[in-house]
């Protein structure tokens, strides 16, 4: 049990990055006479030092699956979870009542931003403006971890070199099964792997050889350490995908060391709805990839003039048409024009500009 004090802060004046976050709500919840904090970015490295992890959950309509998550922490080591920060991304469900109802069980932070559509990274960037450990463990909200996960993304970073960010993928298994309690090793490995896990080595053996590291930053289960003051995700990226992808290109730029914390799994509970496109494709249901396809072509733009990702981008964008009945776009099963494509995509955006991406000196 987590002895408590809680407190109300005020809101941040400008957010993460100048964005206006003037609804932001939060709950802080601490051990009197805690182990002092280590600023982010600065992490104390003397005689003693016990390095911590911030947990950063950007959430939205699953409070179900959110108390999942929030009971498996409870598992982790106390002496290293500096806090828990819940992203609320404007639920309409219980989110906030169950967050709040873990307030004596973990050391809680509450967030909360208005509902104006799927926002996971600015989502995310609440969590980053409070967060006070050492390393920033990001998952998603419909996972389930194991004991030990935590000290797993924690012993990730502590083998990389210390005078650089880093990076620590974590891979993540897929189950339709219900599972009671905090699922075991045996229970997360023997759910169904992600692709990184084929890609890259059951321990990331062939993360090291592969220009494009970045490429498998998926947030679902991410963590980063000794990041630049201010490093946020880019609030520019509007709806599902590709802005986890561009704040691991953006360390790795900044000379980020990249590994697998390869006891860092965790167990994805697979939901009647994905809201992931690519999962909609295997699973035969009718997938949206506007967004994706907007926020790929962004990114294109945006690091434009690198050759791995001119190839990448472009080789994945060809399969996409708009579709001149519904507007959307789709896949035919086919090649298309790439130009078509990046054209149609820069001219809506001329129209509807996005919000301007806000990066920290050294990008």
Known sequence: ?????SRDLPPAASGVGGSNHAALTARVDTAP?????????????GPGHIVRASVVIPTYNRSAKLARLLACLRDQPAHILAEVLVCDDGSPDETTAVARSFAAQLPLVYLHQPDLGFRAGQARNLGLGRATGDVIVFIDDDLVVPPGFLEAHVAAHAATRADRPSIALGFRHRTFEHLVGTPRWQDVIAGEPDDRCQVLGAGGERLGADPAPWFYGYSCNLSASRLPPGFHFDEAFV???????DFSYRLMRLGASFTVAAGGRALHLEDPAPRDPFRCEVRELPPSYDSYVRNAVYFLDKHAGDPVVERLIRQDLRWYLRDPASGRWIKNGYENDVEAV?????RERQLAPRPAAHLVEGE
């Not at 049990?1 to 004090?5: A, I, K, R, T, Y």
């Not at 006479?33 to 490295?45: D, I, R, T």
């Open 1 to 5: 049990m987590w002895p408590v004090v």
């Open 33 to 45: 006479g805690g182990v002092p904090k280590s600023p982010l970015g600065e992490p104390a490295c």
């Open 239 to 245: 709806g599902w995908g590709m802005e986890d992808l």
């Open 342 to 346: 990046l054209a149609e995509c820069r």
